[in-house]
Structure formats: structure tokens, C-alpha cells
């Protein structure tokens, strides 16, 4: 099994610059999960999907960000404009079918740089 | 709604010292409680889960961790440290609610000096 797969591993661009990561959940997975971890806030929930269905967005932190999940396999994640602030490690976690006695898995993150 | 708390966000021991790191939890239903590790540059890994069977969980890498639900605790305890256990652990909770999202602490770095 090939885990969760976020892409690209690292991103570094300029202010002003759209920005647009990539996450393919476990094979099976239904629920998948955006997170974003800065030193100053830990780690944030962002948004998350049920069955490719936007479940709540709320910690969507403005309305640069923007989410979407076309089918059960791919997920994006959209920030534009970026801004310096958006710099963070951004995760990509997926779930099985289930109670909440099963756990998320991670994806290795996409570091994101914007100067 | 459910919340977690680490005490220390920064625990340091010797290699072959016992590992302490703290959490306890708030929840109006029973909880389910993980604790997750993040090496450097790496995504977070599941070390154990405790989902109401034992209340002693053993997990990976020789990490184990008791629910205490008098004390709405759940401890991450390894008997003899390693450098190699030197990261980041996450204690969070779950509920049967919703769509059962987790609620993460702030993290402890465990520093491991030899």
C-alpha cells in the first residue's frame, strides 16, 4: 500500500501567486482531512470530505482557500492569492469507513513557502 | 465538544530513562484516544489507539499507554528511551459523532540527550 500521496513535496513561491496542492487518499478511504501545522497555531484542521462530499470548512481560514475533491481518489487544495502568512506544512489525512475508533493517516505534507 | 491537553511541550530525558509525556482529555461520551509520533520533516504515525477494549495499550517501538478514566488521562509511557524516539508525539481524541474528527493536542518534543 502506497499511503496517502501529497504533491509536490516542497513548494516555494511569490506573494500574489496561486498555489495548488495534491492529495490521493488510501484506496478505500472515504473520509479525507486538510490540515496545516505552523509553529504558532500546531496543527489546524482546514477542511474535510465524506464520501467526496465537503463535510465542513470551517477552519478554511479565508476565502483564498478553497478545497475540492472530484472523485474518490484525488484532492485538491487552492490558495489564491497566497500570501507570506500561508506558509506552513500542509497534511493530507485519510480515513476508512467508520466510528471514530479508526484512526487518520497522514501524508508526508507538502511544505509551502511563499516570499 | 472534545478537547486534549499536553503538559510540556517540551519533555527532555537521557537515552535508557523512562518517557513520560502527559494528556488528558475532556469528552461528554466515551472517547477514543490515540497518540501519534512526527519525526522531522515527516508526516504523523499512528503509535497506539485505545478504542475501550484494554485499558493498557501497547503500541510500536516499545510505546505503551493506560486510560485512566477517573483521571480523563491517557499517558504515553517507553520504560528506556532511545535517540531515536527524539519527535514529536500528538495525543487526540475521538467521539461516535458526526463524522468523528480529531482533536489534536499542541504536541510535546521529546529531547533525547545521550
Known amino acids: 500500500d502506497a499511503g496517502v500521496i501529497q504533491s509536490p513535496r516542497h513548494e516555494v513561491t511569490e506573494m500574489g501567486q496561486e498555489v495548488t496542492l495534491r492529495c490521493k487518499p488510501i484506496?478505500?478511504?472515504?473520509?479525507l482531512f486538510w490540515y496545516r501545522q505552523t509553529m504558532m497555531r500546531g496543527l489546524e484542521l482546514l477542511i474535510y470530505?465524506?464520501?467526496?462530499?465537503?463535510?465542513?470548512d470551517s477552519g478554511m481560514p479565508e476565502d483564498r482557500f478553497s478545497a475540492k475533491m472530484p472523485n474518490a481518489s484525488f484532492s485538491t487544495l487552492k490558495i489564491q492569492p497566497s500570501e507570506p502568512r500561508d506558509s506552513a506544512v500542509y497534511f493530507c489525512a485519510s480515513k476508512v469507513p467508520g466510528g471514530g475508533y479508526n484512526e487518520q493517516f497522514f501524508g508526508p505534507g507538502t511544505r509551502l513557502t511563499v516570499l | 465538544a472534545q478537547s486534549v491537553t499536553q503538559l510540556g511541550s517540551h519533555v527532555s530525558v537521557s537515552e535508557g530513562a523512562l518517557v513520560l509525556l502527559r494528556c488528558n482529555y475532556s469528552s461528554s461520551v466515551p472517547p477514543y484516544l490515540f497518540w501519534y509520533v512526527q519525526y522531522p520533516n515527516q508526516g504523523l504515525q499512528l503509535l497506539l489507539k485505545y478504542t475501550s477494549a484494554a485499558t493498557l495499550v501497547k503500541g510500536i517501538n516499545g510505546f505503551e499507554a493506560e486510560f485512566k478514566k477517573s483521571e480523563t488521562s491517557f499517558h504515553l509511557t517507553k520504560p528506556s528511551a532511545h535517540m531515536s524516539d527524539a519527535a514529536e508525539y500528538f495525543c487526540?481524541?475521538?467521539?461516535?459523532?458526526?463524522?468523528?474528527?480529531?482533536?489534536f493536542g499542541k504536541g510535546t518534543m521529546l529531547l533525547v540527550s545521550p
Open positions: 487526540a481524541v475521538s467521539v461516535d459523532s458526526g463524522y468523528s474528527t480529531l482533536t
Open positions: 470530505f465524506n464520501n467526496n462530499v465537503p463535510i465542513d
Open positions: 484506496s478505500g478511504h472515504n473520509s
